[in-house]
């Protein structure tokens, strides 16, 4: 292991430490080796590669055998950062015995070392289970993508009395069950706060303000690279979409006009030898 290795006990320290806690996605080797290298605390293989991997409209239809597909890769390329697999949809509703058989999954056979999964009351039994499996889990609250055909849309959450306290209850009930942090999800930050506040097991943040333990963002988001949506909470670090067009035009362009490969682009033989020919 990593000397500096990120684990879920370092999640716990960095509450207590009040150190914020950094958290990105990853789907694939080489975005995994850059994160690592750039220091992220926590790599997620989110569900959200539904849409900005698979091209899904939401993440409803992603799939354990994609999932788990996508988490080797990015544990190949992760090595001190903690590495989380999100559930998908389906893979843990069921049934207990098979949400800890899911969550075994990608653990034994992604390799990831946490798993993610979505909601409060209606999934505390299954964490109970699969904490008691020994694998720690990361709730998320809020804004559940997988729950968008009941919330009506992708929708802030939690924005009146009943509903704020439904929030605060499920994250208590969550802590309750062994979850080792929990991630809100498009809340009001001054909730959130309220939610951090009376939790010893840390929160991340998505679209819940500066009030939380830690944050978490797609890394498309970050790096401008998934152009069909851009949620308000996001803030784009860098805008390689752009930076991808242009360099992709300038190649067409190129190749077009006979300018790629140039002489350093290509292999030399001995002009004595081609005589031969
Ligand atoms: O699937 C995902 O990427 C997520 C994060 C946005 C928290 O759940």
Redesign the pocket.
């Known amino acids: 292991m990593a000397a500096d290795k990120f684990t879920v006990q370092s999640f716990r320290a960095a509450k207590a430490e009040k150190r914020p806690i950094s ?1 990105l ?1 990853a789907y694939d080797y080489t975005t995994a080796c850059l994160l690592d290298e750039a220091g992220v605390d926590s790599i ?1 293989v ?4 539904g849409m900005v991997m698979l091209g899904y409209e939401n ?1 409803l239809r992603v799939t354990m055998d994609e999932m788990i597909h996508h988490t080797r890769a990015v544990a190949r390329g992760t090595r001190k950062a903690l590495l989380i697999g ?1 559930m998908p949809f389906l893979s843990y509703h069921v049934s207990v015995e098979e949400a800890v058989r899911n969550a075994g999954r990608f653990i034994q056979d992604g390799g990831a070392e946490a798993v ?1 999964l ?1 909601g409060g009351a209606a999934v505390v039994e299954k964490v109970r289970a699969i904490v008691k499996a020994q694998i720690p889990v990361l709730g ?1 609250l809020g804004l559940t ?1 997988q729950s968008v055909n009941v919330f009506g849309g992708f929708k802030v959450q939690g924005k009146d009395v009943a509903a704020a306290r439904n929030l605060l209850d499920d994250a208590l009930l969550l802590q309750d069950a062994g979850a080792f942090g929990i ?1 809100l ?1 498009c809340v009001p930050d001054t909730l959130a706060g309220l939610i951090r506040q009376r939790l010893d097991i840390p929160t ?1 943040g ?1 679209g819940a303000g500066p009030d939380c333990d830690g944050q ?3 890394i498309q988001d970050l790096l401008g690279l998934y152009r069909r949506m851009r949620p308000k909470f996001v803030k784009t670090y860098a805008d390689l979409g752009d930076a991808a067009v242009a360099a992709v035009k300038n190649y067409v362009q190129e190749v077009a006009q006979g300018q790629f490969p140039a002489a350093e682009h290509s292999f030399h033989m001995d002009a004595r030898l081609l005589e031969q020919l």
């Open positions: 958290m996605t997620l989110g569900d959200s590669l993440t999100d993610k979505e998320h993508p991630v999800e991340i998505i978490v963002l797609v």
